[in-house]
């Protein structure tokens, strides 16, 4: 039931609440008449009257649900929705192919994770034990349109298993993508890492080279001028 009592300032009475084909219905029934509050046979007949509205609403979201569920079942490639081609690494380092059975089950709320063993028990029989699980958590008869439906969508394993290729190419090729950035960068930041070294190494050398060029200049004109003072000194 989606009824709710309130009580507060701003309101008392019933809510119903409860979204139908992904519209949200929500209407409320008072308890209060003229500022007053209801009791006895009024205040049933307006509570009648909300469980009744919440049970046509219920009728209608059943509908909507069981019209949409198709749509709900498979993609837009025709595969199912929850179940999955995959390849198994075990332990002992083997390779599995498996149909994977992952949703969340309307039974009782919890996710659901199954697997069926292709190497155990056939590609075809694998399949339809994950249809069977897959159908039994969503509310599928097994004589419906839509389970029949669901078993003829069996995965080509070939198909399956270029997809899945595919899909490992697809990740190879990024990774390597991005050590090749990655490289690309390190190398431009070595590369002005010993240019700058380089820089700094050439601007003190060039220091280091004008105090010896100033030293040397100053001993030259000092000897000049001791040698120009000798002679004066001779006269």
């Avoid at 994950?130 to 599928?140: P, S, Y």
């Avoid at 002005?192 to 030259?220: C, D, E, F, W, Y």
Wanted: charged share 35%.
């Amino acid at each position: 039931m989606s009824v709710k009592l309130l009580d507060n300032e701003a309101f008392y009475g019933y809510r119903v609440r409860r979204t139908v084909d992904a519209r949200l219905y929500q209407e409320y029934f008072s308890l209060k008449k003229n500022g007053k509050r209801l009791r006895g046979d009024a205040r049933k007949r307006i509570e009648s009257a909300a469980d009744r509205r919440d049970r046509e609403l219920a009728r209608a979201q059943l509908k909507a649900k069981q019209e949409n569920k198709a749509d709900r079942c498979f993609n837009s490639d025709g595969s199912v929705r929850g179940i999955s081609y995959l390849i198994k690494n075990e332990k002992s380092g083997t390779r599995t192919p498996i149909f994977q059975v992952g949703i969340a089950s309307e039974l009782d709320g919890k996710i659901i994770c199954t697997s069926y063993s292709i190497n155990a028990h056939g590609e075809e029989q694998a399949w339809r034990m994950a249809v069977r699980t897959f159908a039994e958590h969503k509310g599928i008869g097994k004589n419906s349109r839509l389970y029949a439906q669901l078993v003829d969508a069996r995965p080509r394993l070939l198909k399956a298993r270029r997809k899945l290729q595919d899909k490992k190419t697809r990740r190879k090729s990024v990774k390597h993508a991005v050590k090749k950035a990655v490289a690309k960068v390190g190398k431009r930041s070595a590369k002005k890492s010993v240019k700058k070294a380089a820089s700094k190494a050439a601007n003190k050398a060039v220091r280091h080279a004008g105090k010896k060029t100033a030293k040397k200049t100053l001993k030259k004109a000092a000897n000049k001028a001791a040698k120009k003072a000798a002679r004066k000194a001779a006269r």
